[in-house]
């Protein structure tokens, strides 16, 4: 990891198209601006781990009667109790 | 062509129907190679997306209008254009299920659903602003 020291107002530059601006410094939080082109997407780092996380439980899925599924989800009305 | 899937053994597909991911699915940016698979007259709601490159990597997937008909995804314009998009009708949404112990659980992942063009099947997973919409969205709760 490259480790950088800012001040408030000062940037830095990744590549040629994106660049990060410390705003504001405020206690433990720090107001980050990002400039970048549409195609690369920023996020919270956590937001990206949970959506990872979420798409590996979703490979647990196996021997499931899909079919039998597909009908309960169609047919579901709010509040009935299942018996799967 | 003949692929190999988690489930089903051996299946034969029409190249035709190859979804590619330029960038994968969220934490599998590394598989750009999926078909979906199912029998749409059996069942239209939930489908596999299979994985070309790798026989485990199967998802079930399902369209949102099945159990959210108000979900509505805006997507960026810079997004329509990598997927070469030119209008609404071109897109189809789908979202990665994930069906628990507790089968009354099961979700669907609504924050990052999955957008299709279906004029050129390219692919990509998006991660919406929007806070309405939940990794898990629960499918069988206020439908």
């Known amino acids: 990891m490259l480790v950088l020291t800012r001040k408030k107002d000062q940037t830095i530059m990744i590549g040629d198209k994106v660049e990060i601006t410390v705003l504001d410094i405020k206690g433990e939080q720090v107001r980050i601006g990002i400039n970048a082109p549409p195609d690369v997407t920023i996020l919270r780092k956590e937001v990206y781990r949970e959506i990872e996380n979420e798409n590996r439980k979703a490979l647990e899925n196996s021997g499931h009667d899909l079919e039998n599924l597909a009908k309960i989800i169609k047919g579901y009305k709010i509040g009935q109790k299942i018996d799967i | 062509m003949e692929i190999s899937t988690r489930d089903f053994g051996t299946v034969s597909i029409d190249p035709k129907d190859i979804i590619t991911f330029d960038k994968g699915l969220i934490g599998f940016e590394d598989n750009h190679r999926f078909v979906l698979l199912g029998d749409p007259e059996a069942n239209e709601t939930l489908l596999w997306l299979q994985s070309l490159e790798e026989e485990k990597l199967a998802f079930v997937v399902i369209q949102p209008r099945f159990f ?66 939940e990794i898990k969205s629960l499918i069988l709760a206020e439908n």
């Open chain 2, 68 to 133: 959210n008909p108000e979900y509505k995804v805006t997507l960026q314009i810079d997004e329509v254009s990598e997927l070469s998009g030119e209008d609404e009708g071109d897109f189809l949404v789908y979202a990665i299920v994930v069906i628990p112990e507790e089968v009354q659980k099961m979700s669907a992942n609504l924050k990052a659903p999955l957008i299709i063009n279906v004029k050129n099947n390219k692919g990509k997973q998006i991660i919406l602003n929007d806070d309405r919409y």
